[in-house]
């Protein structure tokens, strides 16, 4: 069986190391396609069920490339092929073409008037979904859109103008055909990127169970790779899990004995063996994916613009062909007018604008946005709030400050700790071997290696220790500094505590003597302060919502541009989801939100109920960046959820209307086009309006025939058609 192991490279900085890690693989016959995403820092690779996911990661950190595994998943075949319902629809659209093409060459053509109206019967008995959305209008007592353009094919076909009545069966078809075809592309192109969850989980007596079955008592295996299946304790075993997904925080947790562990997060090392507390559905994971279905019924979906002014545009035009023919005492006018008022090119103003934008967003940005009410809101979004780790910031440490002590030297004092780290898959130890190896694509190309390490032991979570040639090397932190019975001076120890709201402090001491301290923190990615500030100068308010508890929210708040006082930390995902629909004006939304300082914790935020109803969105837009599944209540939320993922688990692209294979600097131009787009859809909606007036005003006047209108018609459809290419060529 072909699985997929997503492993996440925190030394993947750029084209060399990708090549790099394709030559690893490529060798490998039991190991099949390989994605890379430099950007993400995270690789997916297809293989074989024979090869463990440990020997991927083992040949990658082979070179020092500080993978760890990230999620193991059951491919999703996902063919090219249609369905049988977009087949039918397809077909349909084409013959009804054909047979309409089929018909005018008949008829003007060879002049074979006949078979030209037996051509034109077929097309107009073909579109069976048109006078399906007509009798519903009737049966509604709305009229709409589809019941004047039925009315117009009816009257004509009955006037005996069956390439009239063709003609309108056959543009509506096509254009309805064009926006559904749009939109699909969209979300086919987003199911390749999904990778399926594995549906079973491996019990205590070696049998598997399916997750969704699992109860409280039962008793379920853990391995690296394996995503946490529920929430429950820990009775044996030791795991490095990470906990990122679930509440935000980048540091991985060490779980053992009695620890708890939370559905959702995800072993990176090691083995555990957990009684569940709590059944899949009412665990994290589950309740996050409940919340999210909860929150996207409550949303309500914008009318399409056209369908907003049909309500008004349909009685309209009825009532005025109705007092024409009742003026002149004919059939003839009322035909005319309601044919001439067929609203085909209103009809295309906004898909044929919105999908040529939504195609520009995908293929430029890399920004796929799901739906043509996700691009209107994205365009009047006055509020933008967003995820700190993996967002804002690269969910990656990195070496912010090295203080030497007694003159120790910088390079000298780095190259021991890598070569100790390098024996080490945690992330603060990639992160000190890349601190001093660099870009590793040139420390390979320059041919220098890493001295050898013997004597190696790692001492917990704490810190380890190594033998370079005749130096014995200790890394960690304060405590394991003294534990050793290394001397820390008051001194250094007061100037560590300094620095230790900043980042992770790390001791080095070399032969039993503290010789320097790092300081190691999530950095804040390079484009992170300019999007900002693009996204001020669009008039939209950037605000920082995430878990973390610390000191970090503000740092990476003043690094970015984001004002204090729009930094929310210590949120749960239920928070960040109610602060959402507060910001938007909804009513009934919960206000008391710990805006500043901690907030309570994952189990209580449970027993205060996460999925209770979400209150409907107010008037006021708002947009939401993340990239995590704890975000995905947000992101359900939001006018707009945007989630930042290339190689993404499924939960997060489902709660998303939108998702962001690029940078974050793809947002601000992105926004621009989608104002843009709105822009141009009022002029369309303009542009077709002005046209189908003027042709029922002469309609009326019983001065064009029914050939014209329909001609007037097609005249306007191509204007808007051609308007709407503007996108194309919009570069912000």
Same mark, same amino acid.
């Not at 928070?575 to 507060?582: F, G, I, T």
């Given at each position: 069986?072909?699985?997929?192991?997503?492993?996440?490279?925190?030394?993947?900085?750029?084209?060399?190391?990708?090549?790099?890690?394709?030559?690893?693989?490529?060798?490998?016959?039991?190991?099949?396609?390989?994605?890379?995403?430099?950007?993400?820092?995270?690789?997916?690779?297809?293989?074989?069920?024979?090869?463990?996911?440990?020997?991927?990661?083992?040949?990658?950190?082979?070179?020092?490339?500080?993978?760890?595994?990230?999620?193991?998943?059951?491919?999703?075949?996902?063919?090219?092929?249609?369905?049988?319902?977009?087949?039918? %629809?397809?077909?349909?659209?084409?013959?009804?073409?054909?047979?309409?093409?089929?018909?005018?060459? %008949?008829?003007?053509?060879?002049?074979?008037?006949?078979?030209?109206?037996?051509?034109?019967?077929?097309?107009?008995?073909?579109?069976?979904?048109?006078?399906?959305?007509?009798?519903?209008?009737?049966?509604?007592?709305?009229?709409?859109?589809?019941?004047?353009?039925?009315?117009?094919?009816?009257?004509?076909?009955?006037?005996?103008?069956?390439?009239?009545?063709?003609?309108?069966?056959?543009?509506? =078809?096509?254009?309805?055909?064009?926006?559904?075809?749009?939109?699909?592309?969209?979300?086919?192109?987003?199911?390749?990127?999904?990778?399926?969850?594995?549906?079973?989980?491996?019990?205590?007596?070696?049998?598997?169970?399916?997750?969704?079955? %699992?109860?409280?008592?039962?008793?379920?295996?853990?391995?690296?790779?394996?995503?946490? =299946?529920?929430?429950?304790?820990?009775?044996?075993?030791?795991?490095?899990?990470?906990?990122?997904?679930?509440?935000?925080?980048?540091?991985?947790?060490?779980?053992?004995?009695?620890?708890?562990?939370?559905?959702?997060?995800?072993?990176?090392?090691?083995?555990?063996?957990?009684?569940?507390?709590?059944?899949?559905?009412?665990?994290?994971?589950?309740?996050?994916?409940?919340?999210?279905?909860?929150?996207?019924?409550?949303?309500?979906?914008?009318?399409?613009?056209?369908?907003?002014?049909?309500?008004?545009?349909?009685?309209?035009?009825?009532?005025?062909?109705?007092?024409?023919?009742?003026?002149?005492?004919?059939?003839?006018?009322?035909?005319?007018?309601?044919?001439?008022?067929?609203?085909?090119?209103?009809?295309?103003?906004?898909?044929?604008?919105?999908?040529?934008?939504?195609?520009?967003?995908?293929?430029?940005?890399?920004?796929?946005?799901?739906?043509?009410?996700?691009?209107?809101?994205?365009?009047?979004?006055?509020?933008?709030?967003?995820? #700190?780790?993996?967002?804002?910031?690269?969910?990656?440490?990195?070496?912010?400050?090295?203080?030497?002590?007694?003159?120790?030297?910088?390079?000298?004092?780095?190259?021991?700790?890598?070569?100790?780290?390098?024996?080490?898959?945690?992330?603060?130890?990639?992160?000190?071997?890349?601190?001093?190896?660099?870009?590793?694509?040139?420390?390979?190309?320059?041919?220098?290696?890493?001295?050898?390490?013997?004597?190696?032991?790692?001492?917990?979570?704490?810190?380890?220790?190594?033998?370079?040639?005749?130096?014995?090397?200790?890394?960690?932190?304060?405590?394991?500094?003294?534990?050793?019975?290394?001397?820390?001076?008051?001194?250094?120890?007061?100037?560590?505590?300094?620095?230790?709201?900043?980042?992770?402090?790390?001791?080095?001491?070399?032969?039993?003597?503290?010789?320097?301290?790092?300081?190691?923190?999530?950095?804040?990615?390079?484009?992170?302060?300019?999007?900002?500030?693009?996204?001020?100068?669009?008039?939209?308010?950037?605000?920082?919502?995430?878990?973390?508890?610390?000191?970090?929210?503000?740092?990476?708040?003043?690094?970015?541009?984001?004002?204090?006082?729009?930094?929310?930390?210590?949120?749960?995902?239920?928070? #960040?989801?109610?602060?959402?629909?507060?910001?938007?004006?909804?009513?009934?939304?919960?206000?008391?939100?710990?805006?500043?300082?901690?907030?309570?914790?994952?189990?209580?935020?449970?027993?205060?109920?996460?999925?209770?109803?979400?209150?409907?969105?107010?008037?006021?837009?708002?947009?939401?960046?993340?990239?995590?599944?704890?975000?995905?209540?947000?992101?359900?939320?939001?006018?707009?959820?945007?989630?930042?993922?290339?190689?993404?688990?499924?939960?997060?692209?489902?709660?998303?209307?939108?998702?962001?294979?690029?940078?974050?600097?793809?947002?601000?131009?992105?926004?621009?086009?989608?104002?843009?787009?709105?822009?141009?859809?009022?002029?369309?909606?303009?542009?077709?309006?002005?046209?189908?007036?003027?042709?029922?005003?002469?309609?009326?006047?019983?001065?064009?025939?029914?050939?014209?209108?329909?001609?007037?018609?097609?005249?306007?459809?191509?204007?808007?058609?051609?308007?709407?290419?503007?996108?194309?060529?919009?570069?912000?």
């Amino acid at each position: 069986m072909a699985t997929s192991s997503i492993l996440r490279v925190d030394n993947l900085c750029c084209g060399m190391e990708a090549k790099m890690i394709r030559d690893i693989f490529s060798p490998m016959t039991d190991v099949g396609d390989v994605k890379i995403s430099v950007q993400d820092r995270r690789i997916s690779v297809e293989h074989n069920s024979s090869i463990a996911p440990s020997v991927l990661v083992m040949k990658l950190n082979e070179k020092h490339l500080g993978a760890s595994l990230q999620e193991q998943q059951a491919v999703r075949q996902h063919g090219s092929h249609l369905t049988v319902r977009e087949w039918l %629809l397809a077909t349909t659209v084409f013959l009804q073409a054909v047979l309409f093409a089929s018909a005018l060459g %008949l008829r003007f053509g060879l002049k074979l008037h006949q078979a030209g109206n037996w051509a034109s019967m077929c097309c107009i008995a073909l579109s069976v979904p048109l006078a399906h959305d007509a009798l519903l209008a009737i049966r509604r007592c709305r009229p709409n859109v589809e019941l004047l353009m039925g009315i117009a094919m009816l009257g004509a076909a009955i006037q005996g103008e069956l390439i009239e009545a063709a003609s309108v069966g056959t543009i509506v =078809s096509v254009m309805d055909f064009v926006k559904a075809n749009a939109m699909e592309a969209v979300e086919r192109r987003l199911s390749r990127m999904i990778t399926d969850a594995p549906p079973v989980v491996t019990m205590a007596g070696g049998k598997s169970k399916r997750v969704r079955d %699992l109860i409280p008592g039962d008793v379920y295996l853990v391995r690296a790779g394996d995503r946490v =299946s529920a929430d429950g304790v820990v009775i044996s075993g030791k795991a490095v899990v990470d906990e990122s997904q679930v509440n935000g925080e980048a540091m991985p947790q060490e779980k053992k004995g009695a620890s708890l562990v939370y559905g959702g997060s995800m072993c990176q090392s090691g083995f555990l063996k957990v009684k569940a507390d709590k059944s899949a559905e009412l665990s994290f994971d589950g309740q996050i994916s409940r919340m999210v279905k909860e929150a996207k019924t409550t949303l309500s979906e914008s009318e399409a613009l056209v369908g907003q002014f049909a309500v008004y545009y349909t009685p309209a035009v009825l009532l005025v062909a109705a007092a024409a023919a009742l003026f002149q005492m004919q059939l003839q006018p009322f035909l005319v007018i309601v044919v001439a008022g067929c609203p085909c090119a209103l009809l295309g103003a906004a898909p044929l604008a919105q999908g040529v934008t939504i195609s520009v967003l995908a293929s430029r940005y890399k920004l796929l946005v799901k739906r043509a009410t996700t691009l209107e809101s994205l365009g009047r979004s006055a509020i933008i709030c967003l995820d #700190k780790t993996g967002t804002l910031t690269k969910g990656k440490f990195e070496l912010k400050h090295f203080e030497s002590i007694s003159g120790a030297d910088r390079d000298q004092v780095l190259r021991l700790v890598a070569a100790v780290e390098s024996r080490d898959n945690h992330p603060i130890a990639q992160a000190l071997v890349q601190s001093f190896t660099g870009c590793l694509g040139e420390f390979e190309a320059a041919s220098v290696s890493l001295p050898e390490v013997t004597d190696f032991k790692r001492h917990g979570r704490d810190g380890l220790t190594g033998s370079v040639g005749e130096v014995v090397v200790a890394v960690g932190n304060r405590d394991f500094v003294l534990r050793q019975g290394i001397p820390l001076l008051a001194a250094v120890e007061s100037c560590a505590e300094q620095y230790a709201e900043k980042g992770t402090v790390i001791f080095v001491a070399i032969d039993e003597e503290v010789t320097a301290f790092l300081v190691l923190a999530d950095a804040v990615r390079e484009d992170s302060h300019r999007v900002i500030s693009q996204f001020k100068s669009l008039g939209l308010r950037p605000l920082l919502l995430t878990g973390d508890r610390g000191h970090s929210a503000e740092q990476v708040a003043e690094a970015t541009g984001i004002s204090a006082t729009d930094v929310y930390k210590g949120m749960l995902p239920a928070d #960040k989801a109610r602060k959402v629909l507060e910001l938007s004006g909804a009513d009934d939304t919960d206000a008391e939100l710990s805006q500043k300082g901690t907030g309570p914790d994952i189990e209580r935020g449970m027993r205060r109920g996460l999925l209770q109803a979400m209150p409907t969105r107010g008037k006021l837009e708002v947009a939401f960046v993340g990239d995590g599944l704890n975000d995905c209540p947000a992101l359900a939320s939001a006018h707009v959820g945007i989630v930042i993922q290339e190689l993404g688990a499924q939960a997060t692209i489902d709660a998303a209307s939108a998702v962001l294979q690029g940078s974050l600097s793809s947002l601000p131009p992105a926004i621009v086009i989608a104002r843009r787009c709105q822009q141009l859809v009022g002029a369309n909606i303009a542009l077709a309006c002005a046209l189908n007036a003027a042709v029922i005003v002469l309609a009326s006047l019983n001065l064009i025939p029914l050939w014209f209108s329909v001609l007037m018609d097609s005249v306007g459809m191509m204007l808007v058609l051609l308007n709407s290419l503007w996108p194309l060529m919009w570069h912000p």
